[in-house]
């Protein structure tokens, strides 16, 4: 267990829907990171948060919005889905925001029908 | 740019057969480089990084930085070694990951 916990497991929704990820950081970590993992595309990067504030942003639709509360936790905001979008989403954390070691949740997995 | 590749997106080997999974990086400056692997229906984590220079589960890796590679090998493969493995770059403020080659080791 790497004590990053993400809910919930699995989302099955309809497209043009929107949905919310959770994300619980291990505890003392104030970097949270999001991933989507799609077959096709591997693991690709979508947005960091530190302490509060973005910190750094990836590949992420316009559609897409995150957030990371004064409690550390983050959600990740995906609206008007696409079949496309159906993918495995990972969150992260890590002590600080650079050259520290990430720990991954097991992710949720979105079908998107 | 900062970037990470992993050509092969699957790789096939028999058990005692070694392994090689390639990564080459794309990174102006010190480059810090991890190999992360995903067990099926788990979360990925840490198998090692060029830092330590150390050997997880027998699998070892070496920075090149004249070839801007960190090949990951092992000298004989076990099917438990079966899994999803992604080369990361810690670039300037976040962990670039490879697109993963999945090795299949058979019996």
């Known amino acids: 267990d790497s004590g990053v916990t993400q809910t919930p497991k699995h989302l099955i929704t309809a497209t043009g829907q929107r949905v919310t990820l959770r994300c619980s950081p291990r505890?003392?970590?104030?970097?949270v990171y999001w991933y989507q993992q799609s077959l096709d595309q591997g693991l690709q990067f979508l947005i960091q948060y530190y302490n509060g504030e973005e910190r750094a942003k990836g590949n992420i639709l316009e559609r897409f919005s995150a957030q990371q509360f004064p409690d550390l936790h983050s959600e990740l905001n995906l609206s008007s889905l696409e079949l496309g979008d159906s993918a495995l989403y990972f969150c992260?954390?890590?002590?600080?925001?650079?050259?520290?070691?990430?720990?991954f949740g097991q992710g949720t997995r979105l079908t998107v029908v | 740019a900062q970037r990470v590749t992993q050509p092969e997106k699957l790789l096939s080997v028999f058990k005692g057969a070694p392994v090689e999974l390639k990564c080459n990086y794309s990174y102006s400056g010190s480059p810090e480089l991890f190999w992360y692997v995903q067990y099926s229906r788990q979360r990925l984590q840490l198998l090692l990084r060029?830092?330590s220079r150390e050997s997880i589960k027998g699998f070892t890796a070496d920075l090149n930085k004249g070839e801007t590679s960190f090949h990951l090998k092992k000298p004989f493969a076990q099917e438990e070694d079966s899994a999803m493995y992604y080369c990361a770059l810690k670039g300037t403020d976040k962990l670039i990951f490879g697109t993963g080659t999945r090795l299949q080791v058979f019996p």
């Open positions: 505890s003392g970590d104030l970097s």
């Open positions: 060029h830092i």
């Open positions: 992260a954390s890590s002590l600080r925001a650079v050259n520290t070691e990430a720990f």
